[in-house]
């Protein structure tokens, strides 16, 4: 007797697919669909409501595209690509390209204002190429 796939099986296949896509994976989950585009302020939801003097502190040191990179970009890679002598990016234009480039493989449909915040917070963090 053949089995159907389960809807949990083609999941998995699904997210294998996508994170074989972007390049040097490690291992991680990709974005859930419920979430797909939607701006990641809405789409990542703490456990429980910080409080308000936490909220402050956290806003400002932690750089705006930081949280959206993390919950997308570590899925198939760490900051070692990032950090790696040989690394392909030369500019800032080539780095815009690079997180639509992922985003695209991902299937995430970040909005244009998120992969912003993304090439910013890995050009601020990472490379510090001039913006042109």
Do not use: W
């Amino acid at each position: 007797m053949m089995k159907l796939l389960t809807p949990f099986m083609l999941a998995m296949a699904v997210a294998a697919f996508a994170l074989t896509a972007c390049g040097e994976k490690q291992s991680g989950t990709a974005t859930a669909p419920e979430t797909a585009g939607k701006p990641m302020e809405q789409a990542v939801a703490p456990s429980s409501p910080p409080k308000a003097t936490e909220t402050a502190e956290a806003a400002s040191d932690v750089h705006p595209g930081k949280a959206i990179h993390d919950a997308n970009c570590i899925s198939c890679h760490d900051a070692g690509v990032y950090t790696r002598a040989d690394h392909k990016m030369k500019d800032y234009g080539m780095l815009v390209a690079q997180v639509r480039r992922c985003d695209a493989n991902l299937g995430s449909k970040l909005f244009d204002d998120d992969i912003n915040k993304v090439t910013e917070y890995l050009n601020d963090t990472y490379y510090k190429f001039p913006k042109s």
